[in-house]
Structure formats: structure tokens, C-alpha cells
């Protein structure tokens, strides 16, 4: 954010947000002051979880979902132009896939519908915190809408997951809309996704420690590749 910390200083939270309102360069960019608010946020939101549920969390994870968040956010929104948009966060987030931190899994997940031969199916990837693949599905299954697909992907990763015994899940994904179903607790009257969505708040219920996140498509091809393959399956790929 054109402010680099100077090695072996020691530069607080409100000398950072000082400079970031006070460069010229900062100031006059709304996307790069936005950022830095939902910097703010998350880093208050860490604490909070630090105080309240002894959860540590990792420094570099708190700063990438600040960033996913400002995405969701400017994408919801229209007040700069596409070009200034991207001026202002092009240089800002990384479109690659991240390991979690070391006490976490990481789970991919993606859904595949092919409109013209109305085939369908789901991938997901379970990762380590060093990236290693625990686990890589390719399933063929039947569904309507991308939404729902998207549901049983997430359903059938965690449902694995729980399987195995993992107790702290980093969930990513690229479907909005089932990201602000899951973190807004909406109740969805569709009698096909209402299910899924109480399943998946089960699971993430039941003992293990389970986080949701929007990931750009760009971070997510490994479990779209997975998925794509599930279309043309004749079954189960593991």
C-alpha cells in the first residue's frame, strides 16, 4: 500500500493508519483506503477470537481474508469505474492459491454443470498446511442449479473431513452466494438447498472448528479441474 515498514522499527497500528491517510498517492485511492479499513476489521475480529475463543490466528490469513473481503465487497458495489478498480487492487491481491496455517486443513471445492448435455459433478482437494494433497474427489452427481451443486461439494468435502479426523478447516470456495448463506445464517426456503445448508452447518458444528471463505476462480482450479472431470465420470474418482 506504498508504505513499506522500515526493518527493525517497531511501527504501531495507529502510526501505519497515519501514513496510509496522509500519503497523497493513498489518499486519493478509495479502493486502497476501503482496504485498509477491512484490514482494521479483520485484525479487531482476530482479536476477538483471540480473547474469546483462544483461537491464534495466523497473521498472513488475517491480512488474506481482509482482502477477500474487500473483493466481495467492491464486487457488490459500482462506485469506481472498472479500470480504477483494478488500479487499485491489482497490485494488492495475489490470485494464487495459499496454504493454511499450521494447525489447519484446507479444503477446495467446486461444482460442474454443463447446460447443453445437463451433465453434472463436484470436486474437492483436501490440503495440508505445507500444500501437500491429503485427498482429491471427483464425483458425478445430479443437480439443477449451480448454487446446489456447489452445496454438495462443500457438503461431501467436509463430510470427508470429519472423516478423517481433522478438527480445524479452512473452507474456500468461489460461489457468493453460498458464502453469504453460510456466514449470514440466511434461511433459504429452496426445498432442495435448505437441507445442504442445515447439513453443512451440522458438520461444522460437530466438534471441529470450520471457517468459510470466497477464493477468486483464478485460486480455485485445482478443485474446478476436479470437478469438470466428474462431468464425464462414469463414477466416483479418488
Known amino acids: 500500500m506504498n508504505f513499506v515498514v522500515p526493518e527493525g522499527s517497531n511501527v504501531t497500528l495507529s502510526q501505519w493508519l497515519s501514513t496510509i491517510i496522509n500519503t497523497p498517492s493513498v489518499c486519493k485511492s478509495v479502493g486502497r483506503q476501503s482496504l485498509a479499513a477491512f484490514i482494521c476489521w479483520c485484525l479487531w475480529n482476530a482479536q476477538n477470537e483471540l480473547y474469546f475463543d483462544h483461537k491464534s490466528a495466523d497473521p498472513k490469513e488475517v491480512v488474506f481474508r481482509a482482502e477477500k473481503a474487500f473483493l466481495e465487497y467492491q464486487s ?3 462506485p469506481l469505474p472498472k479500470r480504477d478498480l483494478l488500479a487499485s487492487t491489482q497490485s494488492l491481491v495475489v490470485p494464487h492459491w495459499r496454504p493454511p496455517p499450521s494447525d489447519f486443513f484446507k479444503v477446495n471445492s467446486h461444482a460442474a454443470l454443463n447446460q447443453h448435455s ?8 483436501n490440503r495440508d498446511s505445507c500444500g501437500r494433497p491429503k485427498l482429491a474427489v471427483s464425483q458425478p452427481i445430479a443437480f439443477l442449479s449451480p448454487v446446489i451443486g456447489e452445496a454438495l461439494a462443500l457438503c ?16 474456500e470456495f468461489d460461489n457468493l452466494e453460498l458464502i453469504r448463506m453460510l456466514n449470514q445464517e440466511s ?6 438447498l435448505l437441507p445442504l445448508l442445515n447439513d453443512i452447518r451440522s458438520i461444522a458444528g460437530n466438534g471441529i472448528s470450520v471457517v468459510f471463505d470466497y477464493i477468486l476462480r483464478k485460486a480455485n ?3 474446478h ?7 464425464t465420470c462414469a463414477g466416483r474418482v479418488a
Not at 461431501?156 to 473452507?171: P, Q, W
Not at 479441474?225 to 462431468?231: I, M, N
Open 187 to 192: 434461511q433459504e426456503d429452496n426445498v432442495y
Open 225 to 231: 479441474s476436479l470437478a469438470w472431470r466428474a462431468v
Open 76 to 78: 457488490s458495489i459500482s
Open 118 to 125: 445437463q451433465g453434472s459433478g463436484v470436486g474437492f482437494i
Open 156 to 171: 461431501m468435502a467436509l463430510s470427508e473431513a470429519l472423516s478423517n479426523g481433522y478438527l480445524n478447516v479452512h473452507v
Open 221 to 223: 482450479q485445482v478443485a
